[in-house]
């Protein structure tokens, strides 16, 4: 039977759940130097970056996850000059901050080169030449390490890292003391956002880690969230600054900074932005009775 | 290797997606005159019902999709006294109806006495004994029928029917032709509330059917979703009525209205719904551009 | 897509290799005292029996599986009377053994009675109301426990058990103090037959260990081999004897025995005879390099 | 869990049966003109390659396939000097041919140019340079307009083609017109082998099939089987041949014939060849009563 597909990407959950997406064709399949990297484009997600078995984003809604990831911050922040973004590689997040004009420096700090050139070659979609913009600078280095060695401040800065598993390259990234050290490296007013994991019913951990974590930090911490379908949850993100303002910002105020900024979205504007940081009482609730929290010397163990 | 689970639950949504469950134990498992019957315990998500293949409540997240069915109606409507129940064969749409005093008469009309039977015996958490309420009716009647034959009026009518598959049974319960039929039931100020299919980029073409077939009825048809991890996705309902009032309230109306009516839920509250009732701009647009209509003789085909 | 199939059987064979099974009814599912017993029937294979998780005899092939196991002892011994069965609970066993009008007595030793009473009501076809036959005595007992407890004597022994998994209720009858047991109570020119695991170039370390350890107690030892589809493999038996008569016989010999003992089997003759004991050279060699041996206190660990 | 495998080769036997094999990493998937290929290694099987979702051949078990093909052949005949193969594109059916140094002239016709690139690239242990033995000949051109003309003679044609699905390519290589065209172009004692699909209870409608239309076409046709693991089933071979002298060979002449040839095999020798060449009594039974046979005009439906 031809037509029946044979190449399949599975993946566990948990020992006793999970999901398996047919694989149409492999474009790339190898290892770098800090992990595996599958391109496969897919029927039901099209293009696929895949980095340790871990599928990354996906044509059909990356849009969702780097404009849920990107704007809320802008918006709240108003008008920042100079942004970090650690990790990153598709060159999405530089898609989307490229879109402010006012924006002066973009620096993305991602380690892996190798990831980044695979990426540029295979999804021209993702990062939109932006990686040409005279205001773009790429480095690749450990983002700790660049933190610790550079003084220089920013407006925002935006974690975008693979899941703070025990053994992988990013667990570091996630550390009390980290973000310690991140909170330093913020101009007055500044703001740190972090892609935290799935915020669902059934996986909500590593999101309630990282915030335990960022409220030892920062004295405002606001999670939200949108769903990912190739992610096969809704996903977490965390909002994280200090000062007498609150975070979120009334819909209508997202819609008049974003016509004013002249960017217009796919996924995000005021009434995407207000259903994203209202979270079910469950998940609140689920949040609240979390008290974990990410150490240098105690890490999150995952499944 | 005895630890490793080989009974599993897999599910299709095309032929190039899917999802797998282990199951823990099989409670039940057979055919009645109407569906096939699976009852079972699984790791991941406690106790479910499968229909036909499909999982229709999961002991994990049953009550977010049956808070999110049946409250936002209750509190629009502020007080309503006779309710109809279209489906609904676990019962828990009746725990949910049974917190509300004011309530006078719940009729549910489920085609498969055998459904109901079986989820009196084996999902007891989620009736809660409900079946005993002195409110309560049950009659096992195609709902198109008793709708037909009786001139009753209700203050809100829920649809807690599987999906409008071609074959299935219940493909006449969500045409153009049968919501004109459930209007004419409803009493003046009266809502109609439809479980209506999953409402994520890759899903979406139930709920957009239906919703065009309301807004030929209706003249206030407003969809909201929550996410329902045992269904793998973000789940749509729909809310349809007449008249001048917004269909929506604020969140502290709807907190307010809890408050007095002395009901605690463990998802819905005013922050839940004003989240729910936001949908993103990308979905907004999705559903903006179908114009499908179910009609009795133009059966929607979906996978 | 209600005809897509949702219940499944999974079995890995390795965590890199498995295969799948839908299935179309499960007619039993639950725990005794020792296992957990599915009996369900399947599209590809009819109806099996899984125990523990591992399908131990399917319907299309569990001819192949019980006549290959049973009669080419019975050919090479020509004249038994007395024959115990050790484990067997299906009862395929007892219907292949009836056959023979000689034989006087056949002892069936398993230790699971519920497994038993599963069988006989759900899998007819497999035992063929032989439980009647009078000279058939069937003891819920732990085999080891029998065979030290009584001293009587029999013609051929069969082991029909589950695998020697370190943590089974099998293990203690695969281990070189038992055989040395099943030894004294074989009477002259008795013969014991093993079901003794896959047989195939990926998978065959149980049957080389349960050979080796034959071979520190018989003189005889030889290996056959079957292929068994629901088995996903080919199978392996081990004939052990005494003496100085060759184990193996001519496909003539066979077919004029069956024929004398007026036996006509579905796949059992002469020509499979021939063909079952003639094992391939690499699996010969990949036999002859191990040197495993199972002893009570160093049980064999698998996957 | 970053151990756990994502990347995975599924194939279904039926709509409700098939296996899972876990890739170990990607090598290459592309298309050809004629099919799709992709060459994987796997952690249970090896270095495997993979035409229109099906394996044809791995790493641990090539060996056995190719053994059983070219040699029982090679021993009947006694002293082939020219012999033709269709399809072989992995090059392991020369690599067993020119073991034999009687062999003068080796011609390989296989369609696909690409396909035999990419196993000299990738499947080195396959051919093992053998297409630099200056006896062999290697033409891409399809099988029947090369046999149609050119008038030379073979003493021993290889049919190691794919399977007969009637889409695809090599559906006209396996019907009785064809079957008649090869026959003229065999010497005077000449031998047909084809492989011809599995052979096993629950899969041997295309051996069948294959077995009819040969008849129709030679006095002599018998059919053989190995086990191979990478094709979950015991796999079927035909010899076709006319004239009074049996197919078959006793072990003995067969181990004669390897001496001396000087030929040292894995898998093949006197008794393997007579384990091969004893088929089952149901599996005897099942081909004699199937009837189909492969026309031009009448093609064989398979899953």
Request: some cysteine; overall charge negative.
């Amino acid at each position: 039977m031809a037509s029946q597909a044979w190449r399949w990407y599975m993946e566990y959950t948990s020992p006793h759940h999970g999901y398996i997406l047919a694989i149409k064709e492999y474009l790339y399949s190898g290892l770098t130097s800090f992990q595996s990297v599958d391109i496969v484009d897919t029927h039901a997600f099209g293009r696929c970056l895949i980095l340790d078995g871990k599928i990354q984003s996906a044509q059909m809604d990356e849009h969702v996850y780097h404009e849920a990831l990107i704007h809320p911050a802008v918006a709240r922040h108003h008008r920042p000059r100079r942004v970090l973004i650690m990790g990153g590689g598709e060159g999405a997040v530089l898609r989307e901050l490229c879109k402010y004009s006012f924006l002066e420096k973009i620096v993305m700090v991602d380690i892996d080169a190798e990831v980044v050139a695979l990426c540029k070659k295979h999804l021209p979609r993702w990062h939109g030449n932006c990686f040409e913009d005279p205001r773009v600078e790429v480095l690749h280095l450990d983002a700790r390490r660049y933190l610790a060695e550079n003084p220089h401040q920013f407006d925002i800065i935006y974690s975008d890292l693979t899941e703070p598993a025990e053994e992988g390259p990013s667990y570091l990234l996630f550390t009390k003391q980290f973000y310690s050290l991140v909170r330093e490296r913020l101009a007055p007013g500044g703001i740190l956002v972090v892609q935290a994991g799935g915020i669902s019913l059934d996986f909500i951990e590593i999101h309630a880690a990282v915030r335990n974590t960022l409220r030892l930090c920062f004295s405002r911490v606001k999670s939200y969230r949108a769903h990912i379908p190739s992610f096969n949850s809704d996903w977490g993100f965390i909002m994280a600054c200090d000062g007498s303002v609150p975070v979120e910002l009334p819909g209508e105020e997202v819609d008049r900074f974003l016509r004013e900024s002249a960017v217009d979205l796919r996924f995000y504007d005021g009434e995407t932005h207000t259903g994203m940081f209202r979270l079910p009482k469950d998940i609140r609730e689920a949040l609240d009775r979390d008290s974990t929290v990410i150490e240098d010397d105690h890490p999150l163990s995952i499944y």
